[in-house]
T-cell receptor
């Protein structure tokens, strides 16, 4: 069964802290994505990766960075958390080629920055 | 103008009703189209793809009008379990070159009541 896991379901951090969100998929997918989801704005792409050590900016990369050292793991880093980064963060993965448009999502991490 | 626009609703319908959601997209070069479903406090999951000729999956019918840049989802004989947020999703480029990067609408909330 397809599985994407995220390191935490809920996280509370203080302004200025460095925050790591981890995502692991067990489907041997090449593509991985980080989104944030906010009421009225829907899902917005932060970063994506189409291979190990490769990364591309999405629509809202400011204030975030990512790391993909292994195929199954994609990390999102908030270098210095700010209150406007309070959000639901969703990780997803997909195959390259046929089926590339079916994204499998993790359960999400709800981050609160105080 | 948003790349993908949906009526956020909410739509409140009784069991057995037929309900339709609409979605418009701004990029006329968009290649492929989908509906995802997101249950309350859960991750999005692919519901169905949308093909040019229209397609049906049980009680769900999806339609695409490229000339008007318009996508629709029709649900017949609504069930309580259909209550969810329905996300209109567009792939602006052909699957082989886009790494499966998708653009999500903000979602339409549906509540089916007894």
């Amino acid at each position: 069964d397809v599985k994407v896991t995220q390191s935490s379901r809920y996280l509370v951090k203080r302004t200025g802290e460095k925050v790591f969100l981890e995502c692991v998929q067990d489907m041997d997918h090449e593509n991985m994505f980080w989104y944030r989801q906010d009421p009225g704005l829907g899902l917005r792409l932060i970063y994506f990766s189409y291979d190990v050590k490769m990364k591309e900016k999405g629509d809202i990369p400011e204030g975030y960075s990512v790391s993909r050292e292994k195929k199954e793991r994609f990390s999102l880093i908030l270098e210095s958390a700010s209150t406007n980064q309070t959000s639901m963060y969703l990780c997803a993965s997909s195959l390259r080629g046929h089926g590339v448009e079916t994204q499998y999502f993790g359960p999400g991490t709800r981050l609160l920055v105080l | 103008r948003k790349e993908v626009e949906q009526d956020p609703g909410p739509f409140n319908v009784p069991e057995g009703a037929t309900v339709a959601f609409n979605c418009t997209y701004s990029n006329s070069a968009s290649q492929s189209f989908f509906w995802y479903r997101q249950d309350c406090r859960k991750e999005p999951k692919l519901l169905m793809s949308v093909y040019s000729s229209g397609n049906e999956d049980g009680r769900f019918t999806a339609q695409l009008n490229r000339a008007s840049q318009y996508i629709s989802l029709l649900i017949r004989d609504s069930k309580l379990s259909d209550s969810a947020t329905y996300l209109c999703v567009v792939n602006p480029r052909a699957g082989g070159t886009s790494y499966g990067k998708l653009t999500f609408g903000q979602g339409t909330i549906l509540t089916v009541h007894p």
